[in-house]
């Protein structure tokens, strides 16, 4: 049960798009669209962000989107503001034995 | 809203059980459509899942953790809690209780995390 692949880190300039990419395998990411990404800033509980690979809960900015192709998916962050440095989960169900697998994480810095 | 508030000791020495208990308020533990889990966190690291339990009491545990993990759930208090055996110091973390919805398979709703440190 290894933990999906994501950069460590990823950095943008206010005002530009950033891309966030979380690789699996044909066992969860690529089998299941139940791909979430959760927000944590230091100190704080993880946020949902994003579930279902795209939708975007009640709330969350519409700056934040969500794709997937084959066993990547991937997390768009559009107009990169200073509130948006934080680091960056993604999750995926993996069947009902492994259940659930958390990406390695990404911390997003805004320059 | 729901709110979730881990509570329990903050050490625990080496070979003991971490306990730990979450408290749920502003939703029932017994509505369905959810699952009640524990994540934990090491320090300054990614984000490892543990288990959860459905309010009837079915749990699923994480296979890396199987043989010392326990979760438990008391309806009546709309508490769920966590049992960690045999704890070493790789076992230090912060600890999160947490809402999943069954269907979609995502988190909505987490405490804010305990920090357990395992040392003697």
């Known amino acids: 049960q290894s933990a999906l692949t994501q950069p460590a880190s990823v950095s943008g300039s206010p005002g530009q798009s950033i891309t966030i990419s979380c690789t699996g395998t044909?066992?969860?990411?690529?089998?299941?669209?139940?791909v979430s990404w959760y927000q944590q800033h230091p100190g704080k509980a993880p946020k949902l962000m994003i579930y279902?690979?795209?939708k975007r809960p009640s709330g969350v900015s519409n700056r934040f989107s969500g794709s997937k192709s084959g066993n990547t998916a991937s997390l768009t962050i559009s107009g990169l503001q200073a509130e948006d440095e934080a680091d960056y989960y993604c999750c995926s169900y993996a069947g009902s034995n492994t259940f659930k697998i958390f990406g390695t994480g990404t911390k997003v810095t805004v320059l | 809203q729901v709110q979730l508030q881990e509570s329990g000791p903050g050490l625990v020495k080496p070979s003991q059980t971490l306990s730990l208990t979450c408290t749920v308020s502003?939703?029932?533990?017994?509505?369905?459509?959810?699952?009640w889990s524990w994540i934990r966190q090491h320090p300054g690291k990614g984000l490892e899942w543990l288990g959860y339990?459905?309010?009837?009491?079915?749990?699923y545990y994480n296979p890396s953790l199987k043989s010392r993990v326990t979760i438990s759930v008391d309806t009546s208090k709309n508490q769920f809690s966590l049992n960690l055996s045999s704890v070493t110091a790789a076992d230090t973390a912060v600890y999160h209780c947490a809402r999943g919805s069954l269907d979609s398979n995502y988190v909505d709703y987490w405490g804010q995390g305990t920090l357990v440190t395992v040392s003697s």
């Open positions: 044909s066992s969860d990411v690529g089998t299941y669209n139940l």
């Open positions: 502003g939703g029932s533990i017994s509505s369905g459509g959810y699952y």
């Open positions: 339990i459905y309010y009837s009491g079915t749990t």
């Open positions: 279902e690979v795209s």
